[in-house]
């Protein structure tokens, strides 16, 4: 079988390409670009639909569940599609530095709320990240966000393997799902 390239490794390589070119092309004699404080901001609950940054998390991070190709899944507050990681320990998460980058990790500042399409209440949770963040957890696992999924119900993170370990969507019981992700030709 051939190497397979997901389009989330080849997407977190040209976004990691495009910011070493953009660091080593600062004037200063290829000494490398200091890292802004906004870089490391994970996106909040009710980030902007374009999926980027938000500068705080909110107050109440809600959760709910839609139907999507690959069956009832876990989406925030804005119907955009969660994900667990596989290399996490039970309310710990491994995602840190790069990977926080590609999948932002779902902040609240507040208790997480269980929203519509049968997301329960009692599975809800946080875990404090290393600098003090809550992140949302549902059944024990931390969860992240996609910077490949454009809108609402995209699911290109799907069995994505980066950062050492495999990305899934969760169902409502708050276990993996492993569904394969259908290619939908988009691509990168």
């Known amino acids: 079988m051939g190497t397979i390239i997901s389009r989330a490794t080849a997407m977190a390589a040209t976004l990691l390409c495009a910011a070493t070119a953009v660091g080593c092309s600062g004037g200063d004699g290829g000494a490398p670009a200091k890292k802004s ?31 999507t190709s ?3 899944i876990l989406v925030d507050g804005e119907g955009r599609t969660l994900y667990l990681f596989e290399a996490d320990k039970e309310n710990k998460s ?9 999948w932002p990790p779902l902040l609240t500042s507040g208790k997480p709320e269980a929203g519509t399409g049968g997301v329960k209440a009692d599975l809800l949770a946080t875990t404090t990240r290393d600098k003090g963040a809550k992140q949302v957890t549902y059944n024990g696992h931390p969860l992240y966000r996609f910077t490949g999924d454009h809108k609402p119900g995209d699911t290109n993170g799907q069995g994505d ?3 050492h370990d495999t990305w899934y969507v969760l169902s ?17």
């Open 94 to 102: 491994t995602c840190t530095g790069d990977c926080v980058k590609i």
């Open 161 to 163: 393997v980066s950062f």
């Open 172 to 188: 409502r019981s708050g276990t993996k799902n492993t569904t394969p992700q259908r290619n939908t030709g988009g691509g990168y």
């Open 37 to 67: 404080a906004a870089a490391e901001r994970p996106v909040a609950v009710t980030a902007s639909a374009s999926a980027r940054p938000s500068p705080s998390p909110t107050a109440v991070g809600k959760v709910s569940a839609r139907s």
């Open 70 to 72: 690959l069956g009832k």
